[in-house]
């Protein structure tokens, strides 16, 4: 797009217990509940939850951060670069565990990104009021091989380190998992149920593209044709425009702000590559973060609006320091994955008519060229067919007006208790909470069913479903799907 583990005993050999590499804060407080101080180990003894995950081969402490009511880990957990050759080498990969009770059923959160080092809850966690385990994806620093193969980036191996870290949690947190995450996470946790079928009891997956054949885009035109209103699409349009056609003025502006504030842009070869790889982005990432009630902030009269205006707009939305080289070394990983094996987006824009120079950038553009890539066409149409045929206890959430949604997992005759739905007017961050009524109480059912803690009157009747947690704004009050906002190359 720009257009995510078996070998168990022999990685423990490798591997051995790794020691703590930072600091850990104190114990629980004496006023916290004795479920969050403590777990019943396998021998019935009485243990501190902490002591039981460092007791994990390869698991290491780098801090543990109070939250009532939880307790809160950043671990490093020793990986295989290779989990086909353990013996090849290994990586530190970074998790955080928000730990609520072995007896509550545990969420695997992925992002696809870099994890978060503060606490934080998915919504699935909300609605079942359980633990979370989070995971940074392979290759997204600080986990990251040294030296770097690139060719061990791939679904499978992030797959396989999913399954490792479950392996490994779930002999303490025993209760029913499910795997979550949003957009690119989304597609994660999917491509980990298909390569890994039998470890979680259900996925929950937010705005998750699908590009099945990465060189057919047509569905992204059709939805940029109708999306939203007319009126909102020629303000939109004619901003584009006018960047365009201002390039002259507007890349001196360009080139002062880089100078400004250090920006170089070797990897995508010059300042007006990236310039215009921004102002190609500003329709898609407006309707992937905004609203249709936002078009009121954009310049209603693009031609005869200032230079200064058309830069804060398009700024705004898609951000001009997304494309320097700053703005793309921590994104490396997905582009990389973009043009091997995810696929990206390439539309036409037709009322650009002959102004752009380049088109839609393909990843490479964005990846140095000391890095190969080859694409390999058949990973997405895999992931795409098993989804179709196999789905079992999945549950796909997406954005009416989101353009990621233009191509989306579906679900075929072999799919059983699976669910594809559509926020009405929702963009990228659409979740469960934001779906009509019925098919909210018929989500927040299913979540619950497959957690194993839906309550009898759940199951009885699905109109009653709730989330079990109350919320929290500090834990939820955070759109985990849009944590990578500037470039929308990224999903």
């Known amino acids: 797009m720009r257009k995510a583990l078996r070998g168990i005993l022999s990685l423990a050999v490798l591997i051995g217990t790794v020691s703590a590499t930072g600091a850990s804060a104190g114990a629980a407080t004496a006023a916290e509940p004795a479920a969050l101080r403590t777990a019943v180990g396998d021998s019935g003894t009485s243990t501190d939850i902490k002591d039981r995950i460092l007791a994990i081969p390869g698991m290491s402490l780098i801090e543990e951060k109070p939250y009532a009511g939880y ?14 050759h353990p013996s090849k080498g290994t990586f530190q990969q970074r998790i955080t565990l928000l730990h609520k009770d072995t007896s509550r059923p545990t969420v695997f959160y992925t992002g696809g990104y870099n994890v978060s080092t503060n606490p934080s809850r998915s919504e699935p966690t909300r609605i079942v009021d359980g633990n979370q385990v989070s995971l940074e994806y392979r290759f997204f620093t600080p986990s990251r091989p040294s030296p770097a193969d ?37 597609m994660t946790a999917t491509y980990y149920e298909r390569f890994h079928p039998k470890d979680m009891d259900g996925v929950v997956a937010y705005v998750a593209p699908n590009d099945v054949v990465d060189n057919e885009d047509s569905a992204y035109d059709r939805f940029f044709a109708k999306v939203g209103t007319k009126e909102c699409r020629d303000k939109l349009n004619g901003v584009q425009r006018e960047a365009l056609i201002r390039r002259a003025p507007l890349e001196k502006k360009y080139a002062r702000y880089a100078a400004d504030n250090g920006y170089t842009f070797d990897t995508v070869g010059t300042l007006d590559k990236a310039y215009e790889a921004v102002v190609m982005d500003y329709i898609w990432a407006f309707w992937q ?26 700024d ?27 696929g990206s987006p390439d539309i036409e824009q037709p009322w650009l008519g002959k102004l752009s120079r380049y088109g839609y950038q393909p990843p490479r553009t964005f990846v140095p060229r000391s890095i190969p890539m080859k694409f390999q066409p058949s990973a997405m149409r895999d992931v795409d067919t098993w989804v179709r045929h196999h789905a079992t206890h999945m549950l796909y959430v997406y ?15 072999g799919a059983r208790d ?31 069913r497959w957690a194993g803690v839906a309550p009898a009157a759940v199951q009885q009747d699905e109109s009653k479903a709730r989330p079990l947690a109350k919320f929290d704004a500090r834990l939820d009050d955070k759109d985990l799907t849009t944590e990578h906002r500037l470039g929308f190359r990224r999903p």
Do not use: M
């Open 289 to 314: 973060y905004s609203l249709l009630a936002d078009c009121d902030s954009v310049p209603a009269d693009a031609e005869h609006a200032t230079d200064q205006a058309i830069w804060d707009s398009v």
């Open 418 to 448: 699976s669910y594809v739905f559509t926020v009405p007017g929702g963009n990228h961050g659409s979740n469960v909470a934001g779906l009509v009524p019925s098919e909210n109480a018929t989500a927040t059912a299913a979540i619950l």
């Open 150 to 186: 690139w060719s061990k980036l791939d679904i499978r191996q992030a797959a396989d380190d999913q399954h490792r870290v479950f392996t490994a949690l779930k002999r303490i947190y025993s209760k029913n998992w499910l795997t979550t995450g949003g957009s690119k996470g989304g």
């Open 399 to 413: 954005g009416e007006n989101d353009p990621w949604g233009a191509e989306r997992f579906r679900l075929g005759a």
């Open 316 to 342: 705004s939305i898609s951000g001009f320091s997304a494309y320097a080289d700053q703005g793309l070394a921590n994104y490396t990983p997905y582009y990389y994955q973009a043009g091997t094996q995810l």
């Open 71 to 84: 307790r809160y880990f950043v671990l490093d957990y020793t990986q295989p670069v290779d989990h086909r």
